[in-house]
């Protein structure tokens, strides 16, 4: 076995969802996983930690789903199980990705809604998604196996205590700030200028670890849940909303809101998701990607939103764990995530202080200590 | 996809299983049984049962006890899942026979102790166990792979009902009787010579199917537990003891318990088997096996025990369904088939009237009526 898949189960384990002896974990693998599957079982051994594997295969939810009349149910045993459960480990990791293609939107939705408590008893466990590097998973991504393999390792297998503490001084900036400004040019023309309000709202250090809050493998971002947006933004990084691709999205914002919008590609999908609900033209999170082991673009938003020298923003629903204890932020059924590169000619700023500069933080180059 | 893995989930979901809307099911897959999950599922999503699907992987589960410490615990997500379960449905069909081959002995027990409970939880529910078929499956019964998907079939895909009512008239004549006695030479020498009490004693008539007491699929045995045993018997179908191979024992009964032995090979594997408690001595089972679908030796006791034409005992622990409420059949840690053909040369009698002589029943030639 490949070494870094071991590696890659020790992260899982010992950093990210920090089993402990007796915890009652559930492994969920996906049909290509087996060998994550294998690794993790075997680093869940060593810690001492009570294993029950379960087999989330597309096809078969496929099967099920569309054979059903619709008038699905929340399961008392899977419930049971999910509330007994100390951590739920998702190794991701399917043989195709568009396996549910000829599912319908409806019965998909219906299944989802059936679902709703155990979704919410899972997110109360110490929940942790990741993937394996599979076929399907290299073929949506645009790349050989082998080449896809190393990617997903070096997004995975970081020092993630030391960006941890990168991503802390970042949080603390956002955390202290009232105003982030965003700014970037294309041949020498501003693309984006955006002001947000972030006062009173509490960033997430996204460390890849139940311990930060943060729930994937690999992560690597700070977010917090910006309002009151004002101005233009240029996301330059192409996305799928709805598995349909979306290309060069152009937003301007007033008062808080979408007022104009335009795509190269897709522009009815991205008018379709801002009609969806009143908080789909809002913003609910700005995140800043911080994991330069993900160095492209692939397709997959566990991988996309975290990549280094990039900055998202997503439409809709904003995080609980931004806002301050009893408060409410922007209300959506969407959350709709849209990335910028700001490795070039780009500028991120805080009150006033540059933070970032193409790319550059001011703790790399120190030029906002000045 | 093959025809016959639809028509064997149909088999397992409404004649084995009879699950019904709103049945809480644990569909337990291992490694390579992929396709009759997907098959399953479809059918569970038909009748509108509700669908939770656990990894069963004996790689898992290697490098799980393997790098454990050994002080095994049964986890309470799986035994909270289990005891909401209305259903249990293992389906078999694995990629290697023995990937557990490197775990120790002691390990295992150690795992299989802690787990009693989860056992029981399962026992409790109405499971079935299946396979499908798969390449390792087919390597072990010695056969090409399409040849064994025939023979799953052949033994799975029969007309339950009819059968069940077949059997049904061999469990009455058990069920009356107070005496059987097993005959049959070998080049007209006299190789088993058997009397058993079932005086008092239940037979099971095992017709693949939760309504029948029945967990196997296939099935298609009727068996009872029996006492008293006098004289020889000869098993000259090969089995697997401890993962070794046994062939053409001699047993020698007196007062109900085994006083000589032999095998042409493993008799030592035998006699660590007579050894292990008062009770492995004795006899815990009479089985006939009347699946003419399965007509050879797969060296797999889910198939070996029903084959057609074939009688099996064996030693050690009894069946609780087979004896009055409150009384304790033969105690053993071991239950250890033994199978001898009785297609030639044989004859079952009971209470001196023979019910099948060379492999037809009396109601199928009408001897045994006059």
């Known amino acids: 076995m490949d070494p870094r898949v071991h590696e890659h189960a020790e992260v899982l384990v010992d950093w990210s969802a920090r089993i402990e002896p007796g915890d009652d974990v559930v492994l969920a693998v996906e049909e290509d996983a087996h060998e994550l599957a294998v690794a993790v079982a075997e680093q869940l051994g060593a810690v001492g930690a009570n294993l029950l594997a379960t087999y989330e295969s597309s096809e078969v939810s496929r099967a099920y789903v ?33 396996a549910k293609a000829d599912v319908g939107g409806e019965t998909q939705q219906a299944h989802s809604r059936a679902r ?22 290299a073929q949506q991504a645009g790349m050989a196996f082998e ?17 941890a503490e990168e991503m802390a001084e970042v949080k603390e900036v956002l955390d202290e700030g009232r105003e982030v400004r965003l700014l970037k040019d294309r041949d020498d023309q501003p693309t984006t200028d955006l002001w947000m309000s972030i006062e009173g709202r509490t960033a997430v250090n996204s460390a890849a670890s139940v311990a930060y809050d943060s ?25 799928t909303i709805n598995d349909r691709r979306v290309r060069d999205v152009h937003l301007r914002f007033e008062d808080g809101e979408v007022v104009e919008f335009a795509a190269e590609q897709g522009e009815e999908v991205l008018e379709a998701e801002l009609d969806t609900d009143a908080g789909a033209r809002r913003l609910g999170e700005l995140g800043i990607g911080m994991n330069r082991g993900i160095d492209r673009f692939t397709d997959n938003i566990l991988f996309d939103e975290k990549m280094g020298d990039t900055v998202h923003l997503a439409l809709g629903r904003a995080y609980d764990a931004n806002l301050p204890d009893g408060e409410t932020g922007n209300q959506s059924a969407i959350h709709t995530d849209m990335i910028a590169d700001v490795s070039q000619d780009s500028r991120i700023e805080v009150d006033g202080e540059t933070i970032q500069r193409d790319g550059v933080f001011w703790f790399e180059d120190g030029f906002g200590e000045a």
């Open 147 to 163: 080449e896809y393999q190393d990617f997903v390792y070096d997004a995975v297998l970081r020092n993630w205590e030391a960006l």
């Open 66 to 98: 569309k054979a059903h009349d619709g008038g699905f149910e929340a399961g008392a045993h899977e419930l049971a199980m999910l509330q007994e459960a100390d951590a739920f480990l998702a190794l991701g990791g399917g043989r195709n990705t568009t």
């Open 215 to 239: 729930h994937n493998l690999p992560s690597g971002e700070v977010f917090t849940a910006p309002y009151d947006t004002e101005g233009t933004v240029f996301f330059d990084v192409p996305m």
């Open 116 to 137: 709703e408590a155990i979704r919410e008893a899972r997110m109360a466990t110490d929940w942790v998604k990741t993937v394996h590097p599979t076929r399907s998973l």
